[in-house]
């Protein structure tokens, strides 16, 4: 069975950094998608980052230049590290796998919100 346990997120102030991390288990992970979602009440659930089983990485548009994701391989871990934060990146953010067979699977939330 996979899991996806998420740590990070919290409150920080508009212009800061958060890192999230989520570790996967059950699954295996080097050939999987990794990716970070987000949703805010009302509003669907938009891709934040995503990375491929090769490192190739896209960004929504409004986090491009400040979130990097990265993943660690050895650790089944993903990460996203999130600079100069606004108020506009409050949301409950969600760690996504995909696997070799596109079935999706997803991590509990974190919820991340920025202070003005």
């Known amino acids: 069975q996979v899991r996806l346990v998420v740590s990070g997120g919290g409150l920080v102030q508009a212009g800061g950094s958060l890192r999230l991390s989520c570790a996967a288990s059950?699954?295996?992970?080097?050939?999987?998608?990794m990716g970070w979602y987000r949703q805010t009440p009302g509003k669907q659930r938009e891709l934040v980052a995503r990375?491929?089983?090769?490192?190739?990485?896209n960004y929504a548009d409004s986090v491009k230049g400040r979130f990097t994701i990265s993943r660690d391989n050895a650790k089944n871990t993903v990460y996203l590290q999130m600079n100069s934060l606004k108020p506009e990146d409050t949301a409950v953010y969600i760690c996504?796998?995909?696997?070799?067979?596109?079935?999706?699977?997803w991590g509990q939330g974190t919820q991340v919100t920025v202070s003005s």
């Open positions: 990375i491929t089983s090769g490192g190739s990485t």
């Open positions: 059950g699954s295996d992970f080097s050939v999987s998608t």
């Open positions: 996504n796998l995909r696997n070799l067979f596109s079935i999706n699977y």
